[in-house]
């Protein structure tokens, strides 16, 4: 069974660091870019970044909302996608969902986790 | 960035209706496009990708149409299960963005 599961979600208060992760089992993780994509309470989904699989370079790309302060890794030994999260601040605050995403020749995220929530206040 | 859309935000319908949404985009995105389906505390689903083709084990009755700039899913007949939120996604370039959400809601 593909499944993905996201943890490291935490009550934080702004300018720290949170790294959120997800694990995935039932499939190839290293033939798969991998997506974050949130989404603020009561409100729409905004996506955050992906890192592409290391065949197509393992290079990321994020939102303009988070670009310089959060980071995508991948470790295909473990199957594991990272989401390192600096200089947290309050807009941060959502649940985090990751999904396994197909790039061509379309971008589609076809699998996903149920979330974790990541809440930034003083 | 481009901005997607959608209309309309929110729309009321009885099991058996036709349900149609639409998703604009601020530029052309040829048939880079998504449909999206969230049930309430659930991730999102995928239904279509690359504007009109079937996500495997989605019913038939969602159907995705458009390019360019317009885009549109259909809910041929709309059945309880299918009472959710649907995003649209333009994947034309990066950033990403979603369309604001359409919420179907039972009549």
């Known amino acids: 069974e593909v499944q993905l599961v996201e943890s490291g979600g935490d009550l934080i208060q702004p300018g720290r660091s949170l790294r959120l992760s997800c694990k995935v089992s039932g499939f190839t993780f290293g033939s798969y870019a991998m997506s974050w994509v949130r989404q603020t309470p009561g409100k729409g989904l905004e996506w955050v970044g992906f890192?592409?699989?290391?065949?197509?370079?393992?290079?990321?790309e994020f939102a303009a909302s988070v670009k310089g302060r959060f980071t995508i890794s991948r470790d295909d030994s473990k199957s594991i996608a990272y989401l390192q999260m600096n200089s947290l601040k309050t807009e941060d605050t959502a649940v985090y969902f990751c999904?396994?995403?197909?790039?061509?020749?379309?971008?589609?995220?076809?699998?996903w986790g149920t979330g974790t929530t990541v809440t930034v206040s003083s | 960035a481009i901005q997607m859309t959608q209309s309309p935000s929110s729309l009321s319908a009885s099991v058996g209706d036709r349900v149609t949404i639409t998703c604009r985009a601020s530029?052309?995105?040829?048939?880079?496009l998504g449909w999206y389906q969230q049930k309430p505390g659930k991730a999102p689903k995928l239904l279509i990708y690359?504007?009109?083709s079937l996500q495997s084990g989605v019913p038939s009755r969602f159907r995705g149409s458009g390019s360019g700039t317009d885009f549109t899913l259909t809910i041929s007949s709309l059945q309880p299960e299918d009472f959710a939120t649907y995003f649209c996604l333009q994947e034309y370039n990066y950033p990403l963005t979603f369309g604001g959400g359409t919420k179907v809601e039972i009549k």
């Open positions: 890192i592409r699989s290391k065949a197509y370079g393992g290079t990321t």
């Open positions: 999904a396994r995403t197909v790039t061509m020749p379309h971008y589609y995220m076809d699998v």
């Open positions: 690359a504007a009109s």
């Open positions: 530029q052309g995105i040829r048939n880079d």
